[in-house]
Nanobody, 123 residues
Framework: QEPLLESGGGSVQAGGSLRLSCAAS????????MAWFRQAPGKGRDWVAQ???????TYADSVRGRFIIQKDNGQSTLYLQMASLKPEDTAMYYC?????????????????WGQGAQVTVSS
């Protein structure tokens, strides 16, 4: 069983919306921080948004006001609601879990990763 499993990616025109989901398994019980990262072809893995154990959220400047990160503790699911999508949002999106405090922006500090969900935004 994969620790994290994303779904909900797809193709959309600029200005459209998508919602990504990330289902967490028992491996991630007790997670302190969950986050979304993205990686465009030929580029590094960039932090997008995060939510901690106390539901405090933080966003990258590039997505603030357009994306919303949420978690459903009962269903052990993390979401990324994306609106007003732009072509530059095109990337593979990954959810990640960090077991201990604090949350931070560096991908290498996260303990578990999903397999990724492709988001493609056309102009």
């Amino acid at each position: 069983q994969e620790p994290l499993l994303e779904s909900g990616g797809g193709s959309v025109q600029a200005g459209g919306s998508l919602r990504l989901s990330c289902a967490a398994s028992g491996y991630t019980h007790g997670t302190y921080c969950m986050a979304w990262f993205r990686q465009a072809p030929g580029k590094g893995r960039d932090w997008v948004a995060q939510i901690d154990l106390y539901a405090r959220t933080t966003y990258a400047d590039s997505v603030r006001g357009r994306f919303i990160i949420q978690k459903d503790n009962g269903q052990s699911t993390l979401y990324l609601q994306m609106a007003s999508l732009k072509p530059e949002d095109t990337a593979m999106y990954y959810c990640a879990a960090k077991m201990s405090a604090p949350c931070n922006l560096y991908w290498a500090n996260f303990d578990y990763w999903g397999q990724g969900a492709q988001v493609t935004v056309s102009s």
